[in-house]
């Protein structure tokens, strides 16, 4: 006890003798110093206990004493009692020294074991799950991958600069590298560092392009995010953005983000012509509004829209990419939901959206003089999603990506089509089962259009 209260006195004098005189007054030191009075309380209040306990112990131990089953019984809860009373005292000064100073990290992510077969058209190199059909084909087989797992780790400190917090997070996930099974490399997802200060946030990271806040539902498209290349815009990149809200009463909000991202340029198809030219990446205004209305305690209804200004050089000149989209959420009802996005735009390759899209177009004037053209771009994606049970949940996707510029080269795509079905169970809290079976269908320039089907069975980990 006297070492303990010896550490007590020391703490207290450590803090006191490191804070400046004219900062003894600050409101969190009285509040520390009133949280070491409470401590130091509680401490006091085990200690008698413990004593008490000890002194009851030493009584029945003594000669004379009843020796009866019953005492010795008393005696054993005693003895069990004092220990865990002596447990409790030491995890109250373990707290008194640390809580200040703890800064929580969670270890977050999914354990994800997929079985699955991809169709003739289907079945690429290093891509369990590709977002468009080949027009080449070999031979379908069953194949399973622990690569689709998501690891990861986030962090939140209790205090930041003006009564803010900081959030931070890291996400990697495992793609094919050479060998399938065994040469797994991970892949850098998602990373960033947030401050929130009330409802104004600012972050700086790798995210999802600012303008494209939503994702469909699924467990088995990991390596590219679900609906890729059939109106998905999602790819990973570096971004600063800072976000406002603004209440308009007790149920309704308004929402605005706006930043600056790195849009990369060498995505999709490149004209050969321009391809010693291009520069490989570039900045990227982009934003988005969003207004919310909560109606109930189940219902609510979110509509946004977002905006994409950048442009490529490319052949000493600049062919300007601009985009414009416009997204939803809707919940009618506890057991559905519809989620949606649709977007116009040209030069869009580097978003993200349709694996093997061409983003800009060469035109020839003369012979030898050319002219960069955008390829205008439209299409989007819905999910209707049902939850028949509290543990099932089924979903329902369609998405398409579409080219109207005449310019394309032949082996570009014009259309890409996807349609699909999955479900998961939840078998425990943390434990999901799934099942998902997609159809994607594309249209090359050429007048190709393969298409293949994909199955996948899955069970989830969630932690």
Sequence with gaps: MKTINLVRLLTVAVVMASVPVWAQTDPRLDAIVQRLERLDQQNTALRDEVQALRREIERLTQPGSDGSSSAIARLDALDEQVNLQAGRLNEQEQVKVQSSQRVPVRLAGTLLFSLFRNSSHGVPAGVDYPVAARTDSAPAAWAGTFRRSVIGVEFETPEALFGGHFHGSLSTDLTEAGDALTNIQPRLRTAAVEG??????????QDKPIF??????????VQ??????????WL???QIRVEQTVPLGQRREVRARIGVSQAPETGGTVPPE????????????????QFAYQIDDVRRFEIGSGFHKSATHVLGTSVPADLVSLDWFVKPI????????VFTGENMSKGGSSGFAQGHAIITLRPGVFKPVPVARHGGWTQL????????????????????????????????????????????????????LGNVRTTFKDGQHPSYTHHDIHVAYVF
């Excluded at 590219?224 to 815009?233: C, D, E, R, S, V």
């Excluded at 570009?412 to 479900?423: M, W, Y």
């Design 385 to 436: 999603t049902f939850v028949p049970i509290s543990r099932l949940t089924v979903n329902l996707q369609t998405g398409v990506d579409n080219a109207v510029n005449d310019y394309l080269l032949p082996t570009s795509l014009t259309r890409n089509r996807a349609l699909i079905f999955n479900s998961f169970y939840r078998l425990a809290p943390n434990v999901f089962l799934g099942f998902e």
């Design 224 to 233: 590219f995010a679900p609906l890729n290349g059939a109106g998905n815009f």
């Design 236 to 238: 990973y990149r570096p």
């Design 196 to 205: 929130r200060w009330n409802r104004f946030a600012i972050l700086a990271g």
């Design 274 to 289: 321009s391809r010693a030219t291009i520069e490989p990446r570039r900045p990227a205004l982009e934003g988005h509004f």
């Design 212 to 221: 494209s806040t939503r994702d469909p539902t699924s467990l088995a498209q």
């Design 334 to 341: 506890y057991w559905a939901e519809f989620t949606g996005a």
